[in-house]
Each structure stands twice: as C-alpha cells, then as structure tokens.
C-alpha cells in the first residue's frame, strides 16, 4: 500500500528555480530510502539525490544547485533546485525502497508518478 504522489514541475528560464513534491505514504514501519531520479527523452533514468535517516547525497551534476529535504514526519520529500540549466531538463520521479540507498533505479520498487522539468535557454 506504498503510494508516492508527485506535484510540481513546469517550465523556468535557465538560471532559475523550481520545487518538487512527493507526498508519501505506507512508509510508517522502515527507515526508507527515498530518492529522486530523472529521465530525459532517449535517455537512462538517473540518480539525481536522496535522503536516509537525516543523511543525503548528491549526484556531481546537481551538487550545490539542488537540495533534497523532508517534513518532520517524512510525510512529503522534496526537491528544490536552483540555478536550473537546459540539461536538467528531464521527467523526474521521486521513489522509495525499504533498506539502504543505492543509485540503481532498478533497486527500487516504489516509485511516483514523474513530474516534467522543461529548462529554456
């Protein structure tokens, strides 16, 4: 009964800012591994970052832009990006997988619905 639901999303110039939503639930009883990946036409779905037991991690390309974060429950995961340029442009899905993280996304049987980033020059 794990259900993740994404908002969020859209258009932005190059330079500026968006947030994602995931809001989760049937998370209750594990320390979960949550995480974002992207997808861009043509293109493997990516590990972008996530988030376990208070720690987060990065991918090189997103390091210092985007910032991954939680409410205080661990209700709803978030990503907020900044600095945004045209090759973020992608779908992006939050997911989730009851152990540690990995950057596998074939390692992860929960999964939202995607959001599309599009980032204009």
């Known amino acids: 009964q794990v259900q993740l639901v994404q908002s969020g999303g859209g258009s932005v110039q190059a330079g500026g800012s968006l947030r994602l939503s995931c809001a989760a639930s049937?998370?209750?009883?594990?320390?979960?591994?949550l995480a974002w990946f992207r997808q861009g036409p043509g293109m493997g779905r990516e590990w972008v970052s996530d988030?376990?037991?208070?720690?987060?991690r990065y991918a090189d390309s997103v390091k210092g832009r985007f910032t991954i974060s939680t409410d205080n429950a661990e209700n709803t995961l978030y990503l907020q990006m900044n600095s945004l340029t045209p090759e973020d442009t992608a779908m992006y899905y939050c997911?989730?997988?009851?152990?540690?993280?990995?950057?596998?996304?074939?390692?992860?049987?929960?999964w939202g619905q995607g959001t599309q980033v599009t980032v204009s020059s």
């Open positions: 049937g998370l209750t009883k594990n320390r979960y591994c």
């Open positions: 988030f376990r037991r208070g720690v987060t």
């Open positions: 997911a989730a997988r009851a152990d540690y993280c990995m950057t596998l996304s074939n390692g992860f049987p929960y």
